[in-house]
């Protein structure tokens, strides 16, 4: 399995291990926002943690529509 692959996996929630689908999008996708965007789940934590915040933004921004 390639990583675009498997990144398309975890994408389509295809893994039947929700912390393997999770580690995937974590690892792969960097995060969607610049320091100071209102968007950004983690712009009150100093050190924002992988599985928490950055996992529940990532998938927000996924999830959202495209910005023009």
Known sequence: ?????????????????????????AYHVECPYFSGDKRAHCREEKEPDRFGICMACKLEWLEAEVDE
């Not at 498997?6 to 039947?16: S, T, V």
Request: aromatic share 8%; net charge negative; charged share 30%.
């Open 1 to 25: 399995m390639t990583n675009r692959e498997m990144l398309i996996k975890a994408l389509n929630d295809e893994f039947d291990d929700y912390a393997l689908s999770e580690s995937v999008i």
